[in-house]
């Protein structure tokens, strides 16, 4: 006998993640209908269903709300400045989910394809089938994403096999062990999360329409990045909003960008890249900074003259991650002087491990001018030009939408910690 956990529904959604907004699909549906057509009328023609179901939905999203999201008049309906909000968030929502159907289809072997039961995807995807969706990637097996959600096995095996018809392609693998995503549901996955990230948004919007300014910010930090003014515009962030949570995470810059496109990351701070993107990141320029060689006090290399690079060859280094912007850059100094890169080195992309490489073991690394200028601890710059090692400093989101309220109010407090250091 299946019987569900005692999981409520809404502590389910919070451990996955999932905003109880999610629940209201059909509703937004509605929502974004009647903001394009103007009317209960119109919408209902256009999302092929009827009036009185579309006037129920939209009461129903303004309960939940507890807002007005359209002003009524005889000529028809207009949203209100949070309705608009939503309804642009709305959009933003159902084209992930439509991009997640086409590349989900993408991504499945030909020869697996099968003419999908619906073709309207992001129309008639259910809150179940995300849910299940998000479950089984988190728990690795039918039964564990049940527990996770308090609902029956089932249950969520129901709403995968309807993901799967839905789309005509097999989105996972049956094994021994459990359930595993194949590609084509790896592909949904990603898109899935992001429309998610768009629900959090509007969760957001809603928040703080009514004043009350939460979220959370997930921050992701690159090596070799100015920690200096990103630990000031969180400072003054969480002072004037304390409900605001923040995670800081390092990593490199594909895997940070995995995460930022798969919506595991809300930013990334570090150098800004010429190749990024555009069509899927934003960047965000605040400053520029040069790179640097850095030691700690008393280091020997800081002794007498300024030494040349052929002289810094003598001592150990901690190297960037190999073939990363960092690298390439020691990399071009030292041979663009006839000379190979310190080969008895210690490799890491942590900016902390690299520190503590520099203070306790006494290497040498590549820094921030920036970073290491504003710290006051015994590091120091080895005087020694670096030419051409400028960067374009700053935080790259996600293009598609708009930052979620209180992303907005974190890219602006770094902008703010920029212009007052």
């Known amino acids: 006998?299946?019987?569900?956990?005692?999981?409520?529904?809404?502590?389910?959604?919070?451990?996955?993640?999932?905003?109880?907004?999610?629940?209201?699909?059909?509703?937004?549906?509605?929502?974004?209908?009647?903001?394009?057509?103007?009317?209960?009328?119109?919408?209902?023609?256009?999302?092929?269903?009827?009036?009185?179901a579309v006037t129920r939905s939209i009461q129903e999203l303004e309960k939940f709300c507890g807002l007005d999201l359209f002003s009524r008049a005889t000529r028809g309906m207009a949203p209100t400045p949070i309705g608009a909000l939503l309804a642009k968030r709305?959009?933003?929502?159902?084209?992930?989910?439509?991009?997640?159907?086409?590349?989900?289809?993408?991504?499945?072997?030909?020869?697996?394809?099968?003419?999908?039961?619906?073709?309207?995807?992001?129309?008639?995807?259910?809150?179940?089938?995300?849910r299940s969706l998000v479950a089984i990637a988190a728990a690795g097996s039918e039964g564990a994403a049940a527990a996770l959600l308090g609902v029956t096995q089932p249950a969520v095996h129901a709403a995968l096999q309807s993901l799967e018809q839905s789309l005509g392609v097999h989105l996972f693998h049956k094994l021994a062990t459990g359930t595993q995503l194949a590609p084509a549901g790896e592909a949904l996955l990603r898109r899935a999360k992001l429309a998610l990230a768009e629900i959090r948004a509007m969760e957001g919007d809603l928040a703080a329409w009514r004043g009350e300014v939460r979220g959370r910010i997930v921050v992701g930090v690159l090596p070799l990045s100015v920690s200096s003014f990103l630990t000031s515009a969180l400072e003054a962030l969480?002072?004037?909003?304390?409900?605001?949570?923040?995670?800081?995470?390092?990593?490199?810059?594909?895997?940070?960008?995995?995460?930022?496109?798969?919506?595991?990351?809300?930013?990334?701070?570090?150098?800004?890249?010429?190749d990024a993107p555009a069509e899927d990141i934003r960047q965000h320029h605040l400053f520029d900074d040069d790179l640097v060689i850095v030691a700690?006090?008393?280091?020997?290399?800081?002794?007498?003259?300024?030494?040349?690079?052929?002289?810094?060859?003598?001592?150990?280094?901690?190297?960037?991650?190999?073939d990363t912007p960092a690298d390439l850059v020691l990399r071009q100094l030292f041979r663009a002087q006839g000379l190979e890169p310190p080969a008895r080195s210690v490799r890491a992309s942590s900016p902390m491990l690299t520190q503590a490489f520099v203070m306790q073991a006494g290497r040498l690394a590549?820094?921030?001018?920036?970073?290491?200028?504003?710290?006051?601890?015994?590091?120091?710059?080895?005087?020694?030009?670096?030419?051409?090692?400028?960067?374009?400093?700053?935080?790259?989101?996600?293009?598609?939408?708009?930052?979620?309220?209180?992303?907005?109010?974190?890219?602006d407090a770094c902008k703010a910690a920029i212009h007052t250091a």
């Open 1 to 52: 006998m299946n019987t569900p956990p005692s999981t409520s529904p809404r502590q389910a959604l919070g451990a996955l993640g999932m905003p109880p907004l999610t629940e209201r699909l059909k509703s937004l549906r509605a929502l974004q209908a009647v903001a394009t057509h103007g009317s209960t009328a119109q919408a209902a023609q256009a999302m092929h269903t009827s009036q009185p």
């Open 90 to 130: 709305t959009e933003t929502l159902f084209l992930h989910l439509s991009h997640g159907a086409t590349e989900a289809i993408a991504a499945a072997p030909p020869a697996t394809r099968r003419p999908p039961a619906m073709q309207r995807f992001a129309s008639t995807v259910s809150p179940s089938g995300l």
């Open 238 to 274: 969480l002072r004037r909003h304390p409900n605001i949570q923040v995670q800081v995470v390092d990593g490199t810059y594909e895997s940070l960008v995995q995460q930022l496109l798969s919506a595991d990351v809300d930013a990334i701070a570090g150098a800004l890249r010429n």
């Open 296 to 322: 700690r006090a008393g280091h020997p290399c800081l002794a007498g003259a300024a030494p040349s690079l052929r002289d810094l060859l003598h001592w150990e280094w901690v190297m960037p991650l190999p």
């Open 366 to 411: 590549l820094g921030s001018r920036v970073q290491a200028e504003s710290q006051q601890g015994p590091l120091r710059i080895v005087p020694l030009a670096l030419p051409s090692t400028r960067r374009r400093i700053g935080m790259a989101t996600r293009a598609m939408g708009e930052p979620s309220h209180d992303l907005q109010l974190f890219l």
